[in-house]
């Protein structure tokens, strides 16, 4: 198997750092340069048409270009360190925690840093920096509903560490480049929870 991944990059930490949780170290690690535009290649086209990472390419040769379809497939191959929920009631309330990060977190700093930052401008033509300033604040206030949320409850999913605390972390480390933090914010439950996170052996995977 390999994993087509890109560092720094939101989306391919977060399969890392799923990764990285469950100790999965048999899966082979392939850097696609996307600031080079490495993943516009015919080759990785070929792999990918839709011309993104993270890739799990299995052995049989079927590939999977989702980080969330990723997780759910390495959670069946390794389901120990459950991160998706033990059985249907548990894994929807996970998803929906996690979509939610994904949603509500994930794509509005994407938005943000791939229309303002001078960085992004390979991979996002044309920006459109009044867009990306005018979802930070959007940004902010979805900020401050999960700060809420985590006044109430230690982890996004409730009362353990999940794939939506992966996708949440990963979204705010994301979210350095356009210079957010929970702790400047007053989010001080949401900073928290982030340096819980931190503190995770998986949250140095990149
Ligand atoms: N929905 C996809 C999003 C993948 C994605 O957008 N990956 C980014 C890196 S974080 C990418 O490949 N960007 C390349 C580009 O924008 O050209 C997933 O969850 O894997």
């Given at each position: 198997?390999?994993?087509?991944?890109?560092?720094?990059?939101?989306n391919p930490r977060r399969v890392m750092m799923f990764?990285?949780?469950?100790?999965?170290?048999?899966?082979?690690?392939?850097?696609?340069?996307?600031?080079?535009?490495?993943?516009?290649?015919?080759?990785?086209?070929?792999?990918?048409?839709?011309?993104?990472?993270?890739?799990?390419?299995?052995?049989?040769?079927?590939?999977?270009?989702?980080?969330?379809?990723?997780?759910?497939?390495?959670?069946?191959?390794?389901?120990?360190?459950?991160?998706?929920?033990?059985?249907?009631?548990?894994?929807?309330?996970?998803?929906?925690?996690?979509?939610?990060a994904e949603w509500y977190l994930l794509v509005p700093?994407?938005?943000?840093?791939?229309?303002?930052?001078?960085?992004?401008?390979?991979?996002?033509?044309?920006?459109?920096?009044?867009?990306?300033?005018?979802?930070?604040?959007?940004?902010?206030?979805?900020?401050?509903?999960?700060?809420?949320?985590?006044?109430?409850?230690?982890?996004?999913?409730?009362?353990?560490?999940?794939?939506?605390?992966?996708?949440?972390?990963?979204?705010?480390?994301?979210?350095?480049?356009?210079?957010?933090?929970?702790?400047?914010?007053?989010?001080?439950?949401?900073?928290?929870?982030?340096?819980?996170?931190?503190?995770?052996?998986?949250?140095?995977?990149?």
């Amino acid at each position: 198997m390999k994993l087509y991944t890109s560092p720094r990059a939101p989306n391919p930490r977060r399969v890392m750092m799923f990764m990285a949780e469950k100790v999965i170290t048999d899966i082979a690690l392939v850097t696609v340069d996307i600031n080079a535009q490495a993943h516009k290649a015919d080759a990785f086209r070929a792999i990918n048409p839709l011309t993104t990472v993270p890739v799990l390419e299995l052995n049989d040769g079927r590939v999977l270009s989702e980080s969330r379809a990723i997780c759910t497939w390495l959670e069946g191959q390794f389901p120990d360190v459950n991160l998706m929920g033990v059985d249907a009631n548990e894994r929807a309330f996970i998803e929906m925690a996690d979509r939610r990060a994904e949603w509500y977190l994930l794509v509005p700093i994407a938005q943000v840093i791939r229309h303002t930052h001078p960085g992004l401008a390979p991979l996002e033509q044309p920006q459109f920096p009044d867009y990306g300033h005018a979802q930070t604040v959007k940004v902010r206030d979805y900020a401050e509903r999960f700060d809420s949320l985590l006044q109430r409850q230690t982890w996004m999913a409730g009362d353990r560490f999940t794939i939506a605390d992966i996708t949440a972390f990963c979204a705010l480390e994301f979210a350095r480049l356009m210079k957010f933090s929970p702790k400047a914010e007053g989010f001080d439950a949401l900073q928290a929870w982030r340096d819980r996170v931190a503190a995770r052996p998986s949250a140095v995977a990149i």
